[in-house]
């Protein structure tokens, strides 16, 4: 079989991507469209005499900001049931976490440098394997193994991706013109200011700092087809990458 799951599963891959994207403010979700401006009822509480949008334009100018952060993400596909991840990535492409791509099973990801680390649990290597005996060659080869590939290698391209901080974060615009105060909340324990807005049958829920730098915590997605919920936390702080030790390395090319 190969190093990594054919690609068929790079819809899969791409679907995540999108789910875990800060394109979700856009391109995936309600939060972000244009619409007519709304002041806050009240100056009062957090950042008083600011509308939800303004707020939220503060919070997209913040997390722009960061130079790494851990993104928890979980999305129900229509057709590919539930993806999520849990990933600390960084602008200089280092990463670190895990990946459950749907009904196909989970991987393990490092990335440091051009180097990626790969280790797919038991569910993931059987479904990509063709017949028993492959089944019980990828399983005795590769389970509880870590896989290693360059970057740019075709089969883990697709992977590597996760590890671009620039590309979760550049569908932020701040320019919302639509999100509304919502009350306060917490997210972690942290205390936030909560803002929502709904846009053809979805609505869109944005946690933003209450104290300190107005990162954006948490966004979550109701209604629609594909529901979603994001986390951003450990803003600025080193990806924990530990390359792994050499007997638990396997090299396939």
């Known amino acids: 079989m190969p190093a990594v799951p054919p690609a068929r599963l790079r819809r899969l891959a791409l679907a995540s991507l999108c789910a875990a994207s800060a394109l979700a403010l856009t391109a ?10 709304s002041r806050p009822s009240s100056p009062s509480g957090p950042y008083p005499g600011l509308s939800g949008s303004e707020i939220l334009n503060r919070a997209i100018t913040a997390t722009k900001s960061a130079t790494s952060l851990r993104l928890r993400f ?30 196909e099973g989970g991987v393990e990801i490092l990335k440091t440098g051009d180097t990626v680390y790969l280790r797919f649990d038991e ?11 492959e089944t019980r060659a990828a399983l005795d080869l590769l389970l509880g193994k870590w896989v290693r590939e360059k970057a740019d290698a075709a089969d883990a391209e697709d992977f590597a991706e996760f590890c671009d901080l620039d590309s979760y974060l550049e569908g932020f615009q701040a320019d919302d ?43 979550q997605v109701t209604g629609g087809d594909e529901p979603m919920d994001m986390t951003f ?21």
């Open 28 to 37: 995936c979700g309600p939060l972000g469209r244009t619409a007519e401006a």
């Open 74 to 103: 979980a999305t129900e596909t229509t057709e590919d049931g539930p993806i999520g991840g849990d990933l600390a990535v960084d602008t200089e492409g280092d990463c670190a976490g895990t990946l459950q791509m749907g009904t």
């Open 123 to 133: 569910k993931m290597l059987r479904s990509q394997a063709e017949g028993e005996e």
């Open 177 to 219: 013109t639509a999100a509304k105060r919502a009350g306060e909340s917490t997210v972690g324990g942290a205390p936030t200011v909560v803002l929502k807005e709904d846009h053809q049958g979805e609505k869109a829920t944005a946690h933003v700092a209450a104290k300190g730098t107005p990162h954006l915590l948490r966004l």
């Open 233 to 253: 936390s450990e803003f600025d702080e080193p990806v924990p990458v530990e390359k792994p030790a050499a007997q638990d390395i396997v090299d396939l090319d």
